[in-house]
């Protein structure tokens, strides 16, 4: 398992350099921006941005790794190795998450720069529940969608995927004071890991019906 | 002698195709070349052998178990090779190496690096920017340092021209000196078989034509030619298949030393792996 999470990072290397520079650029950028107005950054701004660059991140490097293996026939060679094919959805499901983590105490930094040394505890749980949990409940929708039909036949859930963010944001638009915030941030850990657990167990029984193609 | 790989019955089927009854054994420090036309059945068997596919009949054994229940520790054991590098264009040779190495318990680093010397492949280039020739003998360097009992190849010198085909069947003859080890060796390209392999077997439709030892093969079966008139005189019972043409007739025969008695005035020629296989494809049973 660890020579195919190890596989994963390399072939981010690449990527994930530039998607960084990225990354360094809007921080840069925000805080230029956030100095020259005379007034720190809006907290509820700093995070958004931060948080919703490092989910693009973290969404196009996954996927990345899910074409190349597919493009290049990995699948089919991973089959060969002594590695089981429940090591084979391990070791994507640990490179999710300790990629999410990573990301998460990244754009954690990140937000700690921008908001010079004001940084709440909200502001933190946000940043982390946005850039580090939501990568996690997508990823434990679509993977085993994936596990079972293949990338390719898996376009329609991501569009569906990326769009239930944003149906349930323009639902909640007009209550968000009504929504318990509090609670959902206490929990959405708790619940994140649940569901993450669940689609690891719901993978690899669906990979392991699954023929090599 | 040990086989290291048994196969028993094997069954499976598709919408159009169907894998019916295949068996047959590799003995330890031997070669076996699974030859067929394409949709033979060649790759099913493979992936059924590596439990990529799920068989409906029949047994497979590597090493003397279950290739189910024991397929972690025979894969230990096993090096593969398929008709495409499976490593992704922006890795490279070094890369390879090291996400082996954390594969196999048995990974030699400095066996690898000794192949990728031998291959001439570039540490620092890109696999995008390898030839084709360049790739397969990665997939064979990152079969083989890892010191394999069995090496699985599926139509690995395919697409290749003669002289880097050439050098991935030495480097098959070499691996093979150590009789403890056998190599499984899929292919349609019946010259590379008749120069390295002790054992053929060939599959037609799915089914298993023969699996016995090449130099017998070769050393026994003739081709009998004879005139398209001449044909319908002939005492068809010696001939395991026959083929018609506008003037010239061809047969195969299981012993040409007999035959060459029983039809002493015909032409009676060697029989090539080509010949036998094309005869068994087209031709009619007597």
Known sequence: MKGLLFKDFLLIRRQGKTLLYLLVFYVIFFFVLARSSDKPADSGTVAGVVSTIAVILEYVLILNTLAYDENSKWNRYALSLPVGRNGIVGAKYLFVLLFSAAMGALSLLAEAVLLRGRMTGTDAAAVLGVSCLSPLVLCAVLLPVVYRFGLQKTRFVLAAVFLIPWLLSSALKNHAAAVPWEMILRFSPLAAALLFAGSYFLSCRLYAGREAE | ?286
């Open chain 2, 1 to 286: 002698m040990e086989n290291l790989l048994e196969i028993r019955g094997l069954c499976r089927s598709y919408a159009g195709f169907s894998l019916e009854d295949v068996s047959f054994s590799l003995p330890a420090g031997s070669i076996m070349g699974l030859v067929g036309e394409n949709g033979a059945g060649k790759t099913t068997t493979i992936r059924l052998i590596l439990n990529e596919l799920r068989r409906e009949g029949g047994s497979v054994r590597i090493f003397g178990e279950d290739n189910i229940r024991g397929e972690i520790r025979a894969k230990e054991q096993i090096g593969v090779v398929f008709d495409e590098c499976c490593f992704h264009g922006g890795l490279r040779a070094g890369d390879v190496g090291e996400i082996l190495r954390r594969v196999f318990k048995t990974w030699d680093g400095a066996l690898f690096g000794k192949y990728r010397r031998e291959f001439e492949l570039p540490e620092k280039k890109k696999i995008s920017e390898y030839s084709r020739g360049m790739k397969m003998k990665l997939s064979i360097a990152a079969a083989l340092a890892h010191r394999p009992r069995l090496l699985i190849l599926d139509e690995a010198t395919s697409g290749l021209d003669p002289v880097a085909r050439s050098g991935i069947l030495d480097i098959l003859l070499d691996f093979i000196q150590d009789e403890r080890r056998g190599v499984l060796f899929s292919s349609h390209i019946t010259s590379d078989l008749e120069r390295i392999a002790d054992f053929v077997t060939y599959l037609h439709a799915g089914r298993v034509v023969f699996s016995r030892p090449k130099d017998d093969l070769l050393d026994r079966c003739g081709i009998l030619r004879c005139g398209a008139s001449q044909l319908g005189g002939l005492d068809k019972s010696g001939f395991v298949r026959f083929l018609r043409g506008p003037t010239e007739c061809a047969a195969l025969v299981e012993d040409k030393d007999a035959a060459r008695k029983k039809y002493p005035g015909l032409v009676i020629d060697p029989a090539s792996l080509d010949e036998i296989m094309l005869l068994y494809a087209k031709g009619e049973q007597p």
